[in-house]
């Protein structure tokens, strides 16, 4: 296959104007703050996700103990996530609330576990009610 030649009168892209805009302009008022991640640190055998735990924020497990986190139904709409990481000797284990989907790369697919202690992973809501955990899981 021959690829188009451009030429001058060639347009393949937008052309930027005086009245385009593509990005905000920033003035000398304009200031942005970085994302900075909170925690939530958890250290019970169980933990519900709460919708302040989505994005910008660790879930921390920690408990020598198996822990069991819960995915509850109706509170995460697709495209947000959330970031849990396992630092007690209790291995974390996925359960889903009433009417909703896990899916993972997991052994147990639909009900993964973080695979050691420090293991990390992200919970992602792709649809209403329907995640897929990708990360450190067993």
Do not use: E, H, W
């Amino acid at each position: 296959a021959k690829l188009a030649t451009a030429t001058a009168s060639s347009t393949y892209l937008p052309t930027a104007t005086a009245a385009s805009t593509y990005l905000p302009t920033a003035t000398a008022a304009t200031t942005y703050s970085p994302l900075i991640l909170t925690f939530n640190a958890q250290t019970g055998t169980t933990y519900t996700l709460v919708s302040t735990d989505a994005n910008a924020k660790l879930v921390t497990m920690s408990n020598a103990g198996a822990v069991t986190l819960t995915i509850p139904p109706s509170i995460f709409t697709a495209g947000q996530t959330i970031d849990i990481q396992s630092i007690g000797a209790g291995l974390t284990t996925f359960a889903a609330g009433a009417g909703v989907t896990i899916t993972s790369t997991g052994a147990a697919a639909a009900a993964p576990i973080l695979r050691a202690r420090y293991s990390a992973c992200t919970v992602i809501c792709t649809a209403t009610n329907v995640f897929t955990v990708i990360g450190d899981i067993a």
